[in-house]
């Protein structure tokens, strides 16, 4: 018998470290050893943030690049990493540190930003809280993800595969376990780093509509 | 005063929903808020909204106001200016007076809370009594922290250090400290005096008081009279832009009890306007918010030309009603504006006047700036987020690890 969806929201403190860089370089030291929840925070608060609207790439790093310290190209590089791929922050926080270092060693940037422009390293604490809803069913499950905050889908979606190292989203590994396997994988297909969090509730609902054998 | 349950039509039952869940959690704790003015200025206005709200979600907060003579608060007053980075002459004996009154409200009060919540220097020496009564203490930072001089700040992070936690606005504001460091933004209240909706006729009314022209277009910078907020940059900015365009300018604003310095501002600033009928300096008495909104909604461009800001809670106000904002990219302002997006950023008396001039001219381009502003502030700078971001870090004194399940 499987338990039955309790949905989850997630709430976050944001702390600011005391650590700031004018350089690529700085920026590269910093990235090596700030803790693993301000990497998660620079990679992920925009699109926790729905900020997707707005004309910015979708990380902090990018962002800083591209517009402060003037790299269009490495900019783009940070900015279309293809974070889905990584299963933890460790791997990505290589990944991106990878990316800089080569483009240090190849280019030999020495670029210092004006003063007030300097990347601000923070992290978040996280908060989990329970909500009211809870699903039995494949079509319950539908019923609640039309109604539930964007906070809670991003919870289940992005923060509890990447930040609580689990394999996989919580809906998919929950409809695995109730035998859903076909819609498990098609949704654990679905890439929440390019589409706006209204725009995945849709996608997720068609997707377990299809899907899902009734 | 609005209850809680009235913010569900602006920002959804969810949001409050979560308030009530979080309150819960926190249980039948105290916190007192202490800081030193009861009106005038950002801190007691957030604080005035604040806590009958978290009174009515079910939290024990409540808040106690430590009195100085005028002595104090002029040494007060050069700290928060030495903060700002202006060189300030400040004595060994200034800073001993300064530690006398804290150190005689720290006999004075009782301090009964379970959280210690300070807010901004004037009571920071407070902090000497954890070593008797334990509990948690907080220390809340309101001012532009990004280039202080270095005595000062020296001076005062023996104190700041021995809190649990210190919070700023804006994440420059940060520094290398022993304790960790939070970044809540301030808010305002969009059920307030100050920003709700007000009928055609109240507006007009408060131009007709004022005798502003309502045909024309009218700049507006609504601020207390302070050489940081520079006013008199505003007028420079003005008048190369009166040259083309025949428009109207208010500068308007109060004084906090703890701003001994605002009426020499005051005086200058009408010297400098005196010969032009079209610049209208107003000295606001307290409690003039709906004479504040009232000039915000008239506006047809609203700045905060400011030196320097703690957060420049008048932007968020400005953008709440959908205004065009133009503003100096310090402190907490690039937190609310995305240059050329939700507003303009701007770093000279020119270009503050060539920004004016263009959405004078560009009435569709201005509404556009106005309308994203709007969205932004709503999604970041509500009341309900401040609520929240407050109760999380309440909650956080007692939870170390960086994903705490509730």
Known sequence: MVEPFQFKTSLRLIQL?????????????????????????????????????????PNDFAYWISQSLNIKDLGEAVASINIIHFRNIETLRKQLIKIISDYIVAEKPNGIVLEGQEFHFMKCQTFILPTAFKASSVDELC??????????????FIESRLRLNNSENDFSRWLFDLGEKKVAIEIARLDPYTITLEGLRHKLIATIKKYASH | MPAIKDYIPIVGQDTIDELYLLTEKFGNRIVQNINSTSVGGGVAEILMRMIPLLKDLGADVRWDVIKGDEKFFNITKKIHNALHGVTVEL?????????????LKRKEINFYGDIIFIHDPQPVALINTKNEIGKKWIWRCHIDFTEPQSYIIQFLESYINK??????????????LNIPQVLISPSIDPLSDKNKELPDDVISKVLEQFSIDKSRPLITQISRFDYLKDPLGVIKAYNKVKQYIDCQLVLAGGGATDD????????????????????????LPPASDIEINALQRASTVVLQKSLKEGFGLTVAEALWKAKPVIASAVGGIPLQITHKYSGILTYSIDGTAYYLKQLLNEPEYAKKLGENGRRHIKNNFLITRHIRDYLLLFLSLFYEEDVVYL
């Not at chain 1, 690529?24 to 929840?37: A, F, G, R």
């Not at chain 2, 004595?91 to 150190?103: C, R, S």
């Open chain 2, 163 to 176: 809190y649990d936690r210190a919070v700023f606005s804006a994440p420059s504001f940060a520094r290398k």
């Open chain 1, 17 to 57: 470290l005391g650590i700031k860089a004018k350089t690529l370089q700085e920026l590269l030291d910093n990235i090596k050893i700030v803790p693993t929840s301000s990497i998660y925070y620079h990679t992920h608060r925009l699109l926790y943030q729905q900020f997707l609207l707005y004309p910015e790439p």
């Open chain 2, 260 to 283: 001994p310095e605002g009426m020499e501002v005051l005086k200058e600033v009408k010297n400098a306007a005196a010969d032009n009928p079209d610049i209208h300096i107003i000295f």
């Open chain 1, 143 to 156: 019923e609640v993800l039309k109604r539930i905050s964007l906070p809670s889908l991003y919870f289940h």
């Open chain 2, 91 to 103: 004595t060994e004996q200034d800073l001993e007076y300064f530690l006398f009154i804290n150190e």
